[in-house]
């Protein structure tokens, strides 16, 4: 286990790799772009995360570039871009509403409303799977017709910003520095 | 590490666990220039190597005895069993991760609820086992029929 040294030094060394200028000279990931990349065959989570690590890491300053421009409808859309499309856009309004971001309108398009409901697991026919995701489900999917749970977002970027601020507060449990964190998780995340 | 596993999504970040505390402090330097570099270099996330992960759970968790991958001088890279690697995912829960779990779960002999719970208990310390345990048991019910 590493010392609580090498721990501040290394969560140090990290915030002065996220200052690097370079950062603001890259494309930003936008929803539309991890949007782009569904219809272009990528896995979903490789634009989603990549969203998802800009909008925690290191462009968590310009979260409205990344959420302003609307979805670019595939030119031959299918269930499956559609239903990606719906997912992009309740996660826009899940994210918009946690972080005080004014929410797009694009992403409150009826047509972001599945026709029918998705299940989002492996165990689509399972009523115990089923129940589960209707009560966890948080309401910007659920009203799309979305289930899908409610771990979707929690991130280390969060978590640790959190363990840092405990700290700050002059917690020194790791028990307590990781309920701390943990509690606010469920706070913004639900779970 | 899933990349070498053959999963169909390209990796966000590489997520590293730094094995020598002592060496960190001594190459803190270097590994930045390093990584800074490298970050400028290829038009990267400045975030690309990640070793927050650690920071986070370094006391939840046992690291186990890693395969040794690559040596670039003093740099000697180990890639971690499956098995452990399956057990962080199913622990972390998120929509995402199961989709690793699915990658990872036939590569391992990790076939039943029980088997998976076992895998658990060898690399995930209890406590943490218990501060986590919602999002397990819902993890454990969407890879495996109660």
């Given amino acids: ?17 996220m200052q690097d200028p370079s950062a603001l000279s890259r494309p930003l990931e936008t929803m539309r772009w991890a949007y782009q990349q569904i219809c272009a065959g990528e896995d979903p989570w490789t634009g989603l995360g990549s969203f998802s690590h800009a909008w925690y890491g290191y462009a968590k300053g310009r979260r409205v570039a990344l959420v302003s421009e609307p979805l670019v409808q595939p030119t031959q859309e299918t269930e499956y871009t559609r239903r990606w499309g719906a997912f992009c856009a309740a996660s826009v309004e899940f994210l918009c509403e946690r972080y005080d971001i004014p929410c797009p309108e694009w992403a409150r398009d ?25 009560n966890s489900t948080p309401a910007p ?9 409610n771990r979707l977002f929690q991130n280390k ?35 | 590490m899933l990349v ?39 038009r990267l996330r400045p975030d690309w190597l990640n070793y927050l992960s650690q920071i986070l759970m370094q006391n939840e968790i046992i ?22 690697m399956l057990a962080l995912k199913i622990m972390a829960g998120r929509d995402k991760d199961l989709v690793d ?9 990790i076939k039943t609820r ?33």
């Avoid at chain 1, 972001?112 to 129940?131: E, F, G, I, K, S």
């Avoid at chain 1, 799309?144 to 749970?149: K, L, P, S, T, Y």
Wanted: proline residues 7%.
């Fill in chain 1, 141 to 149: 999917f659920a009203r799309r017709d979305i289930f899908c749970g």
């Fill in chain 1, 157 to 191: 970027y969060e978590m640790y910003e959190w363990t840092q601020e405990a700290r700050a507060k002059g917690i020194t449990d790791p028990g307590e520095i990781w309920n701390y964190a943990r509690d606010k998780e469920i706070s913004v995340h639900g779970a």
């Fill in chain 2, 114 to 146: 029980q088997q998976a719970r076992q895998l658990l208990d060898r690399y995930i310390l209890p406590q943490a086992q218990e501060k986590n345990l919602e999002q397990i048991e819902n993890a454990l019910n969407r890879l495996f029929q109660k």
């Fill in chain 2, 63 to 84: 690291i186990p005895r890693g395969k040794l991958w690559k040596r670039y001088g003093p740099l000697h890279i180990y890639i971690p069993p499956k098995a452990y």
């Fill in chain 1, 1 to 17: 286990m590493l010392s609580p040294e090498t721990i501040r030094l290394m969560a140090q060394t990290y915030e002065e790799w």
């Fill in chain 2, 4 to 42: 070498l596993e053959r999963a169909s999504r390209t990796t966000e970040d590489i997520d590293i666990f730094w094995l020598e505390g002592d060496a960190f402090q001594q190459m803190r330097g270097v590994l930045s220039e390093c990584v800074v570099t490298i970050t400028r270099r290829y």
């Fill in chain 1, 110 to 134: 009826p047509y972001y409303t599945l026709p029918t409901p998705w299940w989002h697991t492996q165990q689509p026919d399972d009523p115990a799977v089923r129940d589960y995701l209707v």
């Fill in chain 2, 101 to 109: 779990c699915a990658i990872l779960l036939p590569q391992t002999n």
